[in-house]
Nanobody, 122 residues
């Protein structure tokens, strides 16, 4: 039984950094074959994959966000954290953390956090 829970600020001012933490229980983020992922959904838009960190802590990002996002982890707390630099109102979204599993060339997400709303506004 894997559970994920997002935490972080709900309101951020433009140009400020943003950090959101995903706390994982019921499964280790160091376990091979899982990819710990951040996904967001802006208002009125579809889901956007931000990036993920693997069992070794190596992270990969969407090309659109690679200069904007980074993901770190704390294995002692079984947490991984999304960092966005210099946010803009376009970063307003519901942010989810999720566990990705790969089956062949396919990817699916078998566990999700409930999501956390982040609003970027002055």
């Amino acid at each position: 039984q894997v559970q994920l829970q997002e935490s972080g600020p709900g309101l951020v001012k433009p140009s400020e950094p943003l950090s959101l933490t995903c706390s994982v229980s019921g499964g280790s983020i160091t376990l091979n074959n899982y990819y710990w992922t951040w996904i967001r959904q802006p208002p009125g838009k579809g889901l956007e994959r931000i990036g993920y960190t693997d069992y070794r802590g190596n992270s990969t990002y969407s090309p659109a966000l690679k200069s904007h996002a980074s993901i770190s982890r704390d294995t002692s707390k079984n947490q991984f954290t999304l960092h966005l630099t210099s946010v803009t109102p376009e970063d307003t979204a519901v942010y989810y953390c999720a566990r990705e599993i790969r089956i062949g060339i396919l990817r699916m997400y078998d566990s999700w956090g409930q999501g956390t709303q982040v609003t970027v506004s002055s």
